[in-house]
C-alpha cells in the first residue's frame, strides 16, 4: 500500500495547546486540508488514518486539526512526519496538467531526437515549473514548463519532448 501513496504535506510542528499542527504544503490542492477528508500520517514505518476536523491558514502554513486529537500532547510527535494520500484520492486533472510523480523519471528529448536525461526534480519557482534533468555529463540542465519548449509530454512512455531555446542546453 506505501506505493500507492503520495506526501501533501510535512508537519513542522505544534501550534498553541488545543491540538493544531503547523503543515508545510505539498500540494496545489487545499482542498485536501478540507474538514471531513481523510489522510494518512506516515511515521515510524508505518499510516495511521486521520479525519481533518479544522483547517485554516496561518502566516503562509497550514494549520490543522484532526479529529479526536484536541490537545498538544497527543500531537506532539507527528513533528515531522508526512501527511500523505492514497492514489484512489488523486483528482483528475485538465489536459496538459500532470502530477510531479508522472513526470519525475520521464526521459527527456529534443525535438531532433538527442537525450537530454531523466527528469530528477521539479521546482516551483513562480510563473512556471521548472524540470530538473540529470544529463549524462552530470550537470543538471534546467527545463521551464512553458508551451515553446515542452513539446510533448507520453507519460505511458515516460517520454518528453522539447525544443531548446537557444542556450537551455549548454
Not at 500532547?73 to 484512489?88: A, F, G, M, P
Amino acid at each position: 500500500m506505501h506505493d500507492d501513496m503520495f506526501n501533501i504535506g510535512k508537519i513542522v510542528n505544534t501550534h498553541g495547546v488545543k491540538g493544531e499542527v503547523k503543515v508545510l504544503r505539498i500540494t496545489d490542492f487545499g482542498e485536501r486540508y478540507s474538514p471531513g477528508k481523510t489522510v494518512y500520517l506516515k511515521r515510524n514505518g508505518g499510516l495511521q488514518e486521520l479525519i481533518i476536523d479544522s483547517h485554516r491558514i496561518h502566516k503562509s502554513f497550514d494549520l490543522i486539526q484532526f479529529k479526536g486529537h484536541d490537545s498538544i500532547e497527543e500531537v506532539e510527535s507527528y513533528k515531522n512526519s508526512y501527511l500523505q494520500i492514497h492514489k484512489s484520492q488523486l483528482t483528475a486533472l485538465e489536459e496538459n496538467a500532470y502530477y510531479y510523480h508522472e513526470i519525475i523519471g520521464c526521459v527527456v528529448y529534443t525535438d531532433a531526437g538527442r537525450e537530454i536525461g531523466p527528469v530528477k526534480e521539479i521546482l516551483t519557482p513562480g510563473a512556471n515549473d521548472v524540470w530538473v534533468i540529470a544529463s549524462e555529463e552530470g550537470k543538471d540542465i534546467l527545463i521551464p514548463y512553458i508551451e515553446d519548449v515542452v513539446q510533448k509530454v507520453n507519460i505511458e512512455n515516460k517520454q518528453i519532448f522539447i525544443t531548446p531555446m537557444e542556450g537551455l542546453l549548454d
